[in-house]
């Protein structure tokens, strides 16, 4: 059985495990609280970062980009129109800059800024940079939001889904990391109507019930988190 390193608030640990569930794809799971910096975690990649899948063969395949095209070389070309890559190439390329956006822009302005702030710091040693969050990159992270959901907004009036016609990795890329935010009560709803429709329909989906159920350690969601019509 294929074992999936992650962690709940991990954006990029999300995507793996919303394509998996997309694509009926199993596998073990296993927390891992990167700050630790484990002997046996920095061997399978010297890096440090999640997700990393250890597939049945042993083989380590280190980080979303990557773990994503695997899932759809291997197994994406039997699914047809359940396939999250577009068969056209300009199409395959506009997700894949989405899942960039995403999990690289996104998770430099906002998503990696506030977790490590609200989530990692309490729960690390002062002397390996814990303690309380940083008020000022606070500020600058959920300035950064209001941004980026303007542009998923845009995105998600002016398209069926995010990248084109149909469901594919941008959309799960985009809804992983709009969940840890969501996780944390960071999203105000009331001024990205657009962007909540497209949530409240990938949030609707079966391949979600898993991250709904998510708690981080020592943080319980807010209210409105599982709530498929919040």
Known sequence: MPVLYHHPASAASRFIRLCFAEMDFEADMIEERTWEKRAEFLRLNPAGHLPVCVAANGQALCGPHVIAEYLDESFGVFKRDRRLLAEDPYKRAETRRLIEWFLIKFEHDVTTPLTRERVIKPQMRSDDGGGAPDSKVLRTARANIRQHLKYLSWLAGSRPWLAGDRLSYADLAAAAAISVLD????????????????????????????????????????????????
Request: no cysteine.
């Open 183 to 230: 996780y944390l009560g960071e999203v105000d709803w009331k001024d990205s109507p657009q962007a909540k429709d497209w949530y409240q329909r990938v949030k609707s989906r079966p391949s979600f019930r898993p991250l709904l159920s998510d708690r981080i350690r020592n943080m319980p969601p807010v209210a409105h988190y599982a709530d498929l019509d919040f």
